[in-house]
């Protein structure tokens, strides 16, 4: 009888020691979970504290759409771009540049990425919009619209496809509803062929393309070059052909055509 009552002494003794060790571990699972919600819980407090703002640049090849992250204090955070057309290779050197430096500085007084200076633009322009909608101060962020390029940076050489005639590319600047210019030179006698007005009036560009053919290419600058609309900012479509034009004879010629107005 004694014998039977010390075994049941040592089994009393034995669960008590394991029910207090299952309701130790269950307190530190239970610990663990809580800490678990509370990180979940302040993570979701700082995401929804980020506020998304867009705007819209003029980029190289047309609108971009912009996209600022801005977190509880409207410190930049993030800069994305919803939509564009712009050329793989540049647009993501652009943003890539831009961003970095828009984070890091806190401010918009930052330069356009080198070899992608369009579209560095209209992110710049884009972001503009997208702070201003966020009821910042662009003054106070250093905000200076971009400035036009240099229209020597805005013509390429696209290759002969015969020999002695030179064909150009030109992305045109400002607010002028054309967005580049094709045509064909030829050297022996500096006579515009085949140029095309892209995304201009229809009628205007089919006009223009029908002066300038066989057309010397001096005419055709003096013609054109200071020729405004009234809706730009000091240019228009012919405009933008007698500056097309006038770079790329620098390209054959070496030197510009001077026009008084």
């Not at 912009?66 to 290779?89: C, R, Y």
């Not at 905000?143 to 020999?163: C, F, H, M, R």
């Not at 400002?174 to 022996?188: D, L, M, V």
Request: charged residues 25%; hydrophobic residues 35%; contains cysteine.
């Amino acid at each position: 009888m004694k014998k039977n009552l010390k075994y049941l002494i040592v089994l009393l003794c034995l669960s008590l020691v394991f029910v207090g060790c299952n309701k130790k571990t269950a307190n530190v699972a239970q610990g663990e979970e809580a800490t678990i919600k509370e990180e979940n819980k302040d993570y979701q407090e700082k995401s929804s504290d980020t506020r998304v703002y867009e705007g819209l640049g003029q980029g190289r090849n047309g609108e971009i759409k912009v996209a600022v992250s801005l977190d509880a204090d409207k410190k930049i955070v993030d800069l994305q771009l919803l939509d564009h057309e712009e050329s793989d290779g540049f647009w993501e050197k652009a943003l890539e540049g831009m961003k970095e430096q828009m984070v890091e500085k806190q401010s918009l007084a930052i330069e356009a990425v080198s070899g992608a200076t369009l579209t560095s633009n209209g992110i710049m322009e884009g972001a503009a919009q997208a702070l201003e909608g966020a009821e910042l101060n662009l003054e106070d962020l250093g905000y200076i619209p971009p400035a036009l390029p240099d229209p020597s940076e805005q013509i390429v050489e696209t290759g002969a496809n015969k020999v002695g005639i030179r064909n150009f590319e030109y992305t045109t600047q400002g607010n002028t509803c054309s967005t580049k210019i094709t045509f064909n030179i030829k050297e022996e006698d500096m006579t515009v062929y085949d140029l095309i007005v892209y995304n201009g009036c229809d009628g205007n560009a089919r006009g223009f393309s029908a002066l300038a053919d066989g057309s010397n290419v001096d005419d055709i600058i003096q013609r054109f070059e200071g020729v405004t609309c009234h809706s730009s900012d000091g240019s228009s479509c012919p405009d933008q052909v007698a500056k097309a034009l006038n770079e790329a004879r620098y390209l054959i010629q070496g030197e510009r055509l001077l026009v008084k107005n």
